[in-house]
């Protein structure tokens, strides 16, 4: 069974910038995507972009151009660097992993983007 711990997460004006990680208990390798979702207060949890085992990117377009994610296999780490926040930003964070057998989810951790 594998654990993702997502971090990183706070309080961040508007127009800064903030970095998540998300740590897996083993091997990242084994997944062909992992992905970031958020889901904000009152709204469902939608999709914020996908990295596939080849480094390829697929991003939604309300972050399309601010958000990056990247993922580090031998720290078996993935990442969201956010930039240019904004207050609709704000939202839990989930990171997630597929393999061809299992879907992963973390906990979530928290985005408040406010002066």
């Known amino acids: 069974q594998v654990q993702l711990v997502e971090s990183g997460g706070g309080l961040v004006q508007p127009g800064g910038s903030l970095r998540l990680s998300c740590a897996a208990s083993?091997?990242?390798?084994?997944?062909?995507?992992m992905g970031w979702y958020r889901q904000a207060p009152g709204k469902q949890r939608e999709l914020v972009g996908t990295i596939h085992s080849g480094g390829s990117t697929n991003y939604a377009d309300s972050v399309k151009g601010r958000f990056t994610i990247s993922r580090d296999n031998a720290k078996n780490t993935m990442y969201l660097q956010m930039n240019s926040l904004k207050p609709e930003d704000t939202a839990v964070y989930y990171c997630?992993?597929?393999?061809?057998?299992?879907?992963?989810w973390g906990q979530g951790t928290q985005l408040t983007v406010s002066s």
């Open positions: 997630n992993a597929r393999s061809l057998q299992n879907d992963y």
């Open positions: 083993g091997s990242i390798s084994r997944f062909f995507t």
